[in-house]
T-cell receptor, first 116, second 113 residues
């Protein structure tokens, strides 16, 4: 069975500082990996995804993530955070079968706090 | 991408009653999923709802408690039956594209008193 671990429940970063959110996964084959962001009272927005190819993927809002197969990791990074980045971040792993997506398995999330 | 609309966005319900949540997509999709997000928790997959077949439920979720309909390629409903306070959660509809991406609705926030 697939699983996702986000070891940091809360992270506090100063505005303008760099950010790295950790994600480790367990999956029997090459996974499809995702990062989603959830602002308070909102649904989930897809930040970026990794399916294959280049292991460094670029997403929206200046985020990027790097897939490292040897470490089973897919960490999310941003060089300089903005106060509007304060939100809950979820890493997810999934598989693709047939003609479409399977349901995803989500990590428990990391709550990002931005200090002025 | 896909635009997903859920109704109701929030509701307060009495114990023992049932509530049906609707999910409308702006394009035809094969795969739809229903998730639950309990307060302060991550998302848990309830079931996969593919048009033309019975919904497939994950471990811990049963059809009698969470009946699902999928009458066409743009619409689905999830009913939360015989509700108890433990059912207070956000219920999210999502759609899977052939690319492997999943998109989510805004969610339906349910409070059971």
């Amino acid at each position: 069975a697939q699983s996702v671990t986000q070891p940091d429940i809360h992270i506090t970063v100063s505005e303008g500082a760099s950010l790295e959110l950790r994600c480790n996964y367990s999956y029997g084959a090459t996974p499809y990996l995702f990062w989603y962001v959830q602002s308070p009272g909102q649904g989930l927005q897809l930040l970026l995804k990794y399916f294959s190819g280049d292991t460094l993927v670029q997403g929206i809002k200046g985020f990027e993530a790097e897939f490292k197969r040897s470490q089973s990791s897919f960490n999310l990074r941003k060089p300089s955070v903005h106060w509007s980045d304060a939100a809950e971040y979820f890493c997810a792993v999934g598989a693709r079968s047939g003609g479409g997506a399977d349901g995803l398995t989500f990590g428990k999330g990391t709550h990002l706090i931005i200090q002025p | 991408s896909a635009v997903i609309s859920q109704k109701p966005s929030r509701d307060i319900c009495q114990r023992g009653t049932s509530l049906t949540i609707q999910c409308q997509v702006d394009s035809q999709v094969t795969m739809m999923f229903w998730y639950r997000q309990q307060p302060g928790q991550s998302l848990t997959l309830i079931a996969t709802a593919n048009q033309g077949s019975e919904a497939t439920y994950e471990s811990g979720f049963v059809i009698d408690k969470f009946p699902i309909s999928r009458p066409n390629l743009t619409f689905s409903t999830l009913t939360v039956s015989n509700m108890s306070p433990e059912d207070s959660s956000i219920y999210l509809c999502s759609v899977g594209l052939y690319t492997g991406e999943l998109f989510f609705g805004e969610g339906s926030r349910l409070t059971v008193l």
